[in-house]
């Protein structure tokens, strides 16, 4: 008997895990944070010119759109309190390649906001410099053909990504102190632009009553309404951020929940009175509305909203700087996430080893964050802003319908999960969100075609890459590993159909063996005798070791029982969290032919046929399976088969096995099939033919056609 190399179970690996510090309030302040962020600054112009005076509706829509998948990752949040968010929930709950995807969809997200961010701080600093006096159109050198503040706005946008593209790779941080202040900067300024936006409205100071600049209110139509709705809902989805930080937030069962919902209370209101002061404050020259003014303004719209009823010029470099500050905040922050999704890809083997590799000084992952830098600044550079805006919508929304699919599955496969939050009236809320999404998502589409087609060519290439690279090699690397093997003992000629028995228990082992042995001998098969031992999610794979002597007694009951017959027989033990897993990853290793199981035959719960673990295997295996029900403790003595059928050509498997089973013995075999229709001699000649049409070594003498009458 061989046994593979067991060094890595020596020692028992240490758990590792955060520390939980993190309250109600702080993890709150944070999902704020992460909202009232550069889009707010960005987008609210751009927004205005695609719903005119609609941009307040468009707010309060987004906002009870985003509640509801805010609910979804309330109820994931809560059961799944670990760093990981979206990504991890939707590997977990759905098969691939949705997992891959979902990585894939989430590292281009925050790639494209990095470019999104980047060249707004572009565009604030060339506006803050003009404002110093610097003149642009003397700084573009003659080959440039692109206007002089578009040329400067990008090549700045590239500047500020190295910057903090380096930053990253050298693992330095904002610390706790200087994440706060920036906050602080953010909320200061927007409520000194709400609070002189509000004073210019109700002082009776106005050129012309505020209420005239809500006219036409729906004069942009259902279309303009959906298409705003979906180029600013970036800037609801910070509660993603809440959800990564699960695994450091007190109480996080509670905490996640309340902290997502109260981040949206906060913010909603917010967004209100920016849209109602941007709009009913600015009184442009000549007669131009403000909602049109403010959309030809594009990225900086706020900033001239602000030189309007803000103190003037002081107002303009005050929101300036507080749009500088966003920008950079966001900056950091979006590409330290990009990088660690493409790491987080490449060490789970969806992605080259490359984005997997750590420096040895910085211990960051210097090849995903410079890759990731690589792509966020050539998309900087190539796209114009509405379209890079575009694409992030776009995929965010991509993203968010994956989270609500997975909160769909995992309540119906996972209902032991321990969940603090529930979504109300499931399923029919995360449908309506994955719909509501999906709308807003095709609605960008009329918007900014060219950022659209973007996200469909990369996804269209993720697809590619999955198929032709991921999937080999995360099935090679994640394969469930084997503490133990015995290579057959009889290889007189090599089989070429293969046969594997899972095994779990003493007392089922020898009559499971007995039904595979009796096959293998008729097809000149060789067996796989397989015990799997199934390691709590909580403890590493080293602890399934110290259950290796009890599998191998089991093992050795099923080799005996093969090697009696001179049926060729191999043993393997796989130590793993995922019991249909490992069973169905060795049915590929061995390319296994046929599987027999052994099924209890309880009552199952609700939604399943056989049980999770059988239904999970019978679903996602190539391979034929024969289950056997109740397996008798002792050799039971075959007195009749009953084989019922509908359709003959689907019932070959069953035919060949009950002749294996009565081989060489007077044991009668009943076709056995029922109707509500009369003509019950038609229908058994029909079948005794059909028998005898059949060319795969099927006997139709042995058999006995039985029609009956269904009432």
Known sequence: MKNSNSSEFKSKAPGTELARDMGLMHVTMIGVGAMIGAGIFVLTGMAAGVAGPALILVFLLNGIVTGFTAMSYA??????????????????ALPQPNGFLSGWISWFAHAVACSLYSVAFGAFAVDLLSLGGVDFSQLVPSFIKSPPHLFWTKLIAVLVGIVFVYINFRGAK????????????????????????CYAIFSGNLAEPWQSHFSGFFQKGFMGIIMAMGLTFIAFEGYEIIAQCGEEVVNPKKNIPRSIFLSLIIVVPIYLLVAFVALGAVTPEGGMPTWQYLGTRGELAMIEAAEHFMMGKI?????????????????????????????????????PGIFGKIHIKKRTPYMAVFISGAFILFMAVVLPIEDIASATDAMFLLLFIFVNMAVINLRKNRPDLDRGFKVPFFPLIPIFATLLNLLLAVFLFFYRPLGVWVCIGYILLGVFI?????????????????????RPVFLENKSKYHILVPVANEQTVKQLQRYAVEIAKSRSADITALNVIRVPSQLPPSEGRKYLNESRAILEKAIGSAEERNIPVSSVVKVTHNIPKAIIETCEERKINLMVLGWEGEKPARNRVFGTILDEIIMNTVCDIVLICRPPAEEAKISRILIPVSTIKYAVLSLQMAEILVKDKQIPIVLFHATYRDDIGEIKKYYESELRKLNCGINPDIYEVKISKAS
């Not at 109820?75 to 977990?92: D, I, R, T």
């Not at 202040?181 to 609070?195: R, S």
Request: include cysteine; charged fraction near 15%.
């Open 75 to 92: 109820e994931l949040g809560s059961c799944f309190p670990e760093a990981g968010g979206g990504y991890l929930w939707v590997k977990e």
């Open 174 to 197: 904002e610390t706790g102190q200087a994440e706060t202040f920036v906050t602080m900067v953010k909320i200061i300024v927007i409520g000194m632009f709400i609070a002189f936006g």
């Open 315 to 351: 107002g303009r470099i005050i929101f300036l700087i507080g749009g500088l500050f966003s920008t950079m905040s966001a900056l950091n922050a979006t590409i330290y996430s990009s990088s660690r999704v493409s790491f987080a890809m490449g060490r789970d083997h969806n992605l």
């Open 466 to 486: 999955y198929y032709i690279y991921s999937r080999k090699k995360e099935f090679t690397a994640k394969a469930a590993p084997a503490i133990h093997m015995e």
